[in-house]
């Protein structure tokens, strides 16, 4: 038997800001909600539970002090990279600078409260 991973917890300053961001990006629905704030986002439909993880956007006074030592990386399900950078710049990302060449197949983007996130080339086959 094996673990698998069914939530990722972000904290962040403005969880509706960043579930609302999260949910046009990932097609996810929001799930749930706890006292603290937290909103939790995931699968249409599914939710908890399911094959992919669901997000937990968790209310956080602590001011980010440096790079995220984990970070999500997306792939267009239904476009190329170029229209799925198009979108996601739209949504709110913004490019970030975290000392790539300029010679990655990938873009490194923001959030909206500055969480990297890199956009991959589609895959054609898993790994």
């Known amino acids: 038997m094996a673990s ?3 939530e990722l917890i972000l904290d962040c300053a403005d969880p ?22 937290s909103i939790e986002i995931g699968p249409a439909g599914i939710g908890f539970g399911g094959a992919q ?8 006074n602590e001011p980010r002090t440096g790079k995220l030592r984990l970070h999500i990386d ?6 190329d990279q170029d229209a ?17 060449t ?9 959030d909206p409260e500055g969480n990297e996130f ?8 898993p790994l």
């Open 16 to 37: 509706e800001r960043l579930a609302a961001f999260w949910s046009e990006v990932l097609d996810y629905v929001e799930v749930g909600r706890e006292d603290d704030g």
């Open 4 to 6: 698998r991973i069914s």
């Open 84 to 100: 799925e950078l198009e979108r996601l710049l739209a949504l709110g990302a913004r490019p970030v600078d975290v000392g790539q």
């Open 102 to 110: 300029g010679e990655e197949n990938w873009h490194v983007l923001a």
């Open 53 to 60: 993880p669901t997000l937990i956007l968790s209310p956080s």
């Open 74 to 79: 997306v792939n267009a399900t239904d476009r």
């Open 118 to 125: 890199c956009l991959l080339h589609q895959r054609l086959k």
